[in-house]
């Protein structure tokens, strides 16, 4: 069966065509045979046919500004479309492999696995289970809103050409529609000219929320409930498995933008969004549900259902009745309608929460079952409860973030007026008098007094303030978690316990309204795990607390700031072992653990493919919750496009699942106590080797000079500022910045730097590749990071890297790239040799993708390191550098 009408190669042809046309209209023929010849000599330099790059030097080195400008617009907007052209190709893999029925990581393979368990099992297993994925703001995606809308109504016309049989008239009326996008895209700002709000981040990830993902969430757990019902013969009971949870908008950690009004417009906005998409598919739902009351028996619990609602909306009542005489279901959702009309209004009869409209749905779908409507309330009902069920009230709920200093100087401000001298306190004595500060009934402190304190603390204050009555107005579940960065002693998370409690958010025994989230992200927080989270559980205050969250404990760990710290290889060894501790301290506790996984796009900071990713994680800390940021440009690839979006969500859910029943039967993974030596010797090697990289002399300035790190921080990426408090220094930088700068410059030495001496390290102390390979073959953990190090290396170019290098003073250029170079050398062998394989990367597509993509690159990294030689640059010379940066980041499809 042919489902498409095109492949890649024809659309990356024709998109590729089209773009020279409009170059030529646009700007001139002159710069079209311009932007060619640097074309055709990159080419032909990858391909073998010359042997120096010098003539594409020499036309670059030619340009004038204006043409500088042209040129980087001619190949990021080339790689813009590119990527379209490749998105659409995997939907196509997906469309075709499902028709197949060999889609790797299905719904169906997971039914599969389970096959041998019986019911109970398997039920257990899904009620387990719980995804959160977890949007943030943090800035990493390049491209400006207003060019990802017009890319998507290109996505559009080729999604129309690539599926539908259409007459020549009406391709030729979608072949003028790409045209014309096309040609307004050129026309647009590539680079913006002010730094998005906060409130433009969330709104960014609302899109995704409220346009793709509340449609196809529905479509999951169809899938999964037909895969497991035609694996068992019977029904399966499939509980709620995805959850959507947000930072933007509420994430304050180093963003002193993100006010308590932002976080007040945001949860507004996101209820306003989602009570309009109920609206709406009620609606819808009405032109459905158009039976004849006089026909069928809609039952007690429907008629007592409709009573109360006539009763609260009496008004309204009448007009459907008048409108519907004999159609009890339009009744029906009409009233429904107006009470979500009613939802946070002054109005009374509108839904008090989200259970109750959930309450309605289950009636609805339970009378149409009783008159023999199965198939449209499977069609209809189910998959609209499903929706209720993931977004509530709130579309997605907030995370609240803080760094753990801001809280511990407004603790001890706001003491200190109560002549309590909290600051002076050791960490033992701090632990006490927070402890008896929360369980003693009197308030200690007034929280919403902020005078006479900083400004830190004062910010403090009013959030937590704010939170009680945020909690008031939008729901518990709107906003119900706070992430402490930097978390190092358990007084970290009594702070945030005991402002909480002092707002009345937290009302113990009973009552605690806030999951209490410490993240874990450096090296002495990691290994220091049992003193902070043991010290917590014992705890007679955090206790009652655990215990009115379910003893369940949520703890993130940071993969981004333990990598910059420690380097690749040595941060994964860290979080794996003290995951596995953790898993082990909440056991002893009998909490249940559910990890919050901070992981980047980058493979640097825990990228990588996700559902390898959930299959790698020790088997017990797989309680079958598991939580994850989304992050950057990562969320356009994941969820702009539906069908990859929901192919996403069901590789999540393989993942999760598998890894839950494998976790039941086997709850201790075995790992070879050689393989444990191994990977010891080899973390402990690598950790110095990139440690003394980073602390030698003139690093930092090297990374300067070598890397456009000047340029990123000064692109309007993000509302956040791109350092914690504008020091140069390694330590400073945010983790983003740092591999985005790599990145660039096609050196991506976060993701595989001292890999190769930690390797090394270990054969040298009498260790055999042949072990390695049987760790490889046998350890999802190891194969994991050494795929995902070879993917780093893939991308890496050292021939790019090296026209870096050489910004560089001389004598630092030949300290440090030669270093870097034998490191990268060394790695590709060793990782090819222990993976037994000719390439780093052993995906035919992605080496095809990489084959195509590095010529256009080239261009943009060459034109890059040729503005950046320059001592001065003009106005228009530094926004094409900003260009360039936007270009290469479309052309590696990554970013930070």
């Keep these: 069966m042919r489902l498409h009408n095109r492949e890649v190669r024809q659309d990356v042809r024709e998109l590729g065509a089209l773009l020279g046309d409009v170059l030529a209209d ?51 907007t080339y790689f813009e479309l590119i990527n379209l052209a490749e998105e659409r190709e995997r939907v196509r893999s997906i469309r075709q492999g499902s028709q197949d029925g060999d889609l790797e990581d299905s719904l169906e393979e997971a039914a599969a696995e389970l096959s041998e368990a019986d019911t109970e099992t398997v039920e257990q297993v899904l009620a387990d289970v719980l995804i959160e994925p977890t949007f943030t703001a943090h800035p990493t995606e390049a491209r400006r809103k207003t060019v990802k809308s017009k890319l998507r109504e290109v996505a559009t016309h080729l999604e129309t050409l690539d599926e539908r049989l259409l007459t020549d008239k009406e391709r030729g009326q979608v072949e003028r529609d790409i045209d014309a996008e096309v040609t307004s895209l050129w026309q647009t700002p590539q680079v913006r000219r002010r730094r998005p709000s906060p409130e433009d981040e969330a709104r960014n990830v609302q899109w995704y929320l409220e346009n793709t993902l509340f449609d196809i969430v529905g479509e999951v757990y169809d899938e999964l409930e037909d895969a497991f019902d035609d694996e068992f013969g019977e029904p399966i009971d499939v509980p709620k498995l995805f959850e959507f949870r947000s930072w933007a908008g509420s994430d304050r950690d180093g963003n002193p933008y993100v006010t308590p009004e932002v976080t007040t417009n945001t949860l507004e906005r996101q209820r306003a969004v989602v009570l309009e998409q109920y609206r709406d598919a009620l609606k819808e739902l009405s032109g459905v549900l158009s039976q004849d009351g006089s026909r069928i028996e809609v039952g007690e619990p429907f008629k007592r259902s409709l009573a109360a609602d006539r009763d609260r909306l009496p ?22 309608r107006e009470r979500l009309n009613r939802v946070g209004d002054v109005r009374p009869g509108g839904y008090t929460d989200v259970d109750e409209l959930e309450s309605d749905l289950d009636m609805l779908a339970a009378s149409l079952r009783d008159n023999a409507a199965d198939s449209v309330a499977e069609a209809h009902v189910d998959p609209l409860r499903r929706r209720v069920d993931t977004f509530g009230f709130s579309l997605a709920s907030l995370d609240l973030r803080d760094h753990q200093e801001n809280h511990t100087e407004a603790v001890a401000e706001a003491l200190a007026r109560q002549q309590i001298d909290y600051a002076g306190m050791d960490e033992p004595e701090r632990v006490d008098v927070l402890t008896e500060c929360i369980l003693q009934d009197e308030r200690v402190i007034d929280i919403e007094d902020t005078r006479d304190v900083s400004d830190t603390a004062a910010r403090v204050l009013e959030r937590f303030d704010s939170l009680s009555a945020w909690q008031a107005e939008f729901g518990i579940q709107a906003i119900d978690t706070y992430c402490i960065s930097m978390t190092d002693e358990p007084s970290h998370v009594l702070e945030v316990l005991f402002l909480a409690d002092q707002a009345d958010v937290i009302d113990l025994p009973g009552h605690c309204g806030l999951d209490i989230v410490p993240l874990l992200e450096t090296e002495r927080a990691l290994s220091g795990a049992r003193r902070i989270m043991g010290t917590l559980f014992e705890n007679e205050a955090y206790a009652q607390a655990l215990s009115a969250r379910d003893d369940t404990q949520e703890i993130m760990l940071g993969y981004s700031d333990s990598n910059k710290e420690n380097g690749f290889l040595a941060a994964n060894w860290s979080l794996y072992k003290n995951q596995r501790r953790l898993a082990e301290i909440c056991d002893d506790f009998d909490v249940t653990m559910r990890l919050f996984h901070g992981r980047g796009g980058s493979i640097s900071r825990g990228g990588g493919p996700m559902n390898d990713a959930l299959l790698a994680l020790p088997n017990n800390t797989i309680t079958g919750q598991v939580k994850f940021t989304e992050q950057g440009e990562a969320i356009a690839e994941k969820y702009a496009n539906p069908r990859i979006a929901e192919r996403n969500m069901e590789q999540m859910l393989n993942a999760q699942v598998k890894a839950r029943y494998r976790a039941m039967n086997q709850p201790v993974e075995e790992v070879e106590d050689e393989w444990v030596d191994a990977m010891d010797t080899m973390a402990d090697a690598a950790r110095d080797e990139y440690r003394d990289l980073l602390e030698t ?14 340029v990123i921080e000064d692109l309007n990426l993000g509302s956040r500022p791109a350092s914690r408090t504008g020091e140069r220094n390694v330590e400073d930088l945010r983790a983003i910045p740092w591999v985005f700068s790599w990145t660039q410059s096609r050196c991506i030495l976060p993701g595989w730097y001292a890999l190769a001496t930690g390797i090394q390290a270990y054969l040298d102390s009498g260790g055999k590749v042949e072990t390695l390979q049987e760790m490889y073959a046998e350890w999802p953990f190891f194969q994991t990071r050494i795929d995902n190090a070879a993917m780093a290396l893939g991308r890496t170019d050292m021939e790019i890297a090296e026209e870096y290098a050489d910004l560089a003073r001389p004598e630092l250029r030949e300290q440090f790239f030669p270093r870097v170079s034998e490191e990268y ?72």
């Design 26 to 76: 646009q700007a001139s023929q002159s710069a079209f045979d311009t932007v060619e010849t640097i074309r055709t000599s990159a080419i032909d330099y990858r391909a073998g046919k010359t042997d120096s790059r010098q003539p594409l030097y020499d036309e670059l080195d030619g340009l004038t500004p204006e043409l500088e400008s042209v040129v980087a617009r001619a190949f990021t």
């Design 315 to 336: 008004g309204i009542a009448e007009e459907a009745e008048t409108r519907y005489p004999s159609e009890p279901y339009r009744q029906k959702l009409k009233l429904m």
């Design 697 to 710: 002399d003139g690093f930092v300035e090297y990374f300067e000079q070598a890397t456009p790190i000047t």
């Design 825 to 896: 050398e060394a790695a590709v062998d060793l990782v090819t040799d222990i993976a037994s394989r000719d390439h780093t990367i052993d995906r035919d597509w992605l080496r095809e993708s990489l084959r195509r993509r590095n010529p256009y690159v080239d261009p943009l990294n060459l034109l890059q390191t040729h503005l950046l030689r320059q001592t001065h640059r003009t106005e228009e010379e530094e926004r094409t550098l900003r260009l360039t940066v936007k270009g290469i980041a479309a052309g590696m499809k990554n970013t930070g």
